[in-house]
């Protein structure tokens, strides 16, 4: 497979992610929905891994390997879960667009990279559009309880894009050792284990029995589609291309996100909402005058050159 089309269909798939995910946790802790995922996607994916490989890996390689999923998967999925819990789903993946925000800051800040005046203005645009989804609801309602949890789940909404992005940094420096199965079904794995202590405490307040056609939905969906398929899917997309190009896949989420949030949770986009997504994409496209690598951009010209 194409790795543009692979990170397509992992996006599209992600993208669906928020509204199934937020429906789900009404009847199964996050947890124990994140262990239940991730331990039986690596199930799948174990009688078809070749271990060889990792006998040659480093210590080093061996921490970058484990970091990479603990920040792409363990921290990712948890502030991911933690954050539907208190805002609506349809501001993850909007938010998520925004990682290449994330990584012009972290240019600035960290690599002391100076950028360029167009670059600065659009990345200020679409900063604003970011704060503009994240806060504006906490001012319209007037510091509420119901407010203050929007507030935080946006902000988990945020961290979870930072870690992933700190993680797939991190994987692009072992994807070239490791084949992309070896990695998934790994970094499945130690997932797993590192959210078990925390289902264990979950399970003195639920129990299997308890599960609805909304936990099954979600369970079904993480793994095979959202675990297994998605995550072989982007860790096989990005050992074939330039890092820079990843993150703008995710300027799918957002559509298949609303769609299905509008049909599953009732969940409509607001006037601010579309204001910071205006600010959001239309900053992007001032800063590089065209939406990057755009997915369909990029399949059509390495698949179907004219």
Not at 125 to 146: A, C, D
Not at 269 to 281: A, C, E, K, N
């Amino acid at each position: 497979m194409h790795p543009v089309l692979a990170l397509i269909i992992a996006n599209t798939i992600w993208g669906a992610a928020s509204p199934i995910f937020k429906l789900a946790l009404e009847n199964i802790p996050p947890f124990t929905l994140a262990f239940i995922r991730f331990y039986f996607a690596a199930l799948l994916f174990f009688p078809f891994i070749r271990f060889e490989p990792l006998r040659a890996l480093s210590k080093k390689e061996w921490f970058l390997l484990f970091l990479g999923a603990f920040l792409t998967i363990s921290l990712n999925i948890v502030f991911f879960f933690l954050g539907l819990q208190r805002t609506q789903s349809i501001n993850a993946p909007i938010i998520a667009s925004a990682a290449p925000l994330f990584l012009f800051l972290g240019s600035i800040f960290v690599l002391k990279e100076k950028p360029t005046f167009r670059v600065l203005v659009g990345m200020t645009i679409s900063f604003l559009g970011v704060l503009i989804i994240i806060f504006i609801p906490y001012f319209l309602k007037e510091g509420t309880f119901q407010a203050k949890d929007e507030l935080l789940g946006n902000m988990l909404f945020v961290g979870s894009v930072l870690a992933n992005i700190a993680g797939t940094l991190v994987l692009k420096k072992v994807m070239d050792k490791v084949s992309p199965l070896v990695v998934t079904g790994s970094g499945f794995l130690f997932s797993a284990v590192t959210f078990a202590p925390f289902m264990i405490v979950e399970f003195q307040t639920w129990d299997i029995s308890m599960l609805n056609g909304a936990g099954w939905l979600g369970i079904v969906f993480g793994v095979f589609f959202s675990s297994a398929a998605a995550y072989f899917l982007y860790y096989y997309g990005i050992s074939k291309i330039k890092a820079q190009e990843v993150g703008v896949f995710s300027y799918l989420d957002p559509v298949v996100g609303v769609l299905l949030a509008a049909l599953l949770l009732h969940e409509y986009p607001t006037l601010y909402f579309f204001i910071g997504s205006v600010f959001v994409f239309g900053g992007i496209l001032i800063a590089q005058r065209r939406i990057p690598y755009h997915p369909f951009r990029r399949l059509k010209e390495t698949v179907w050159p004219l």
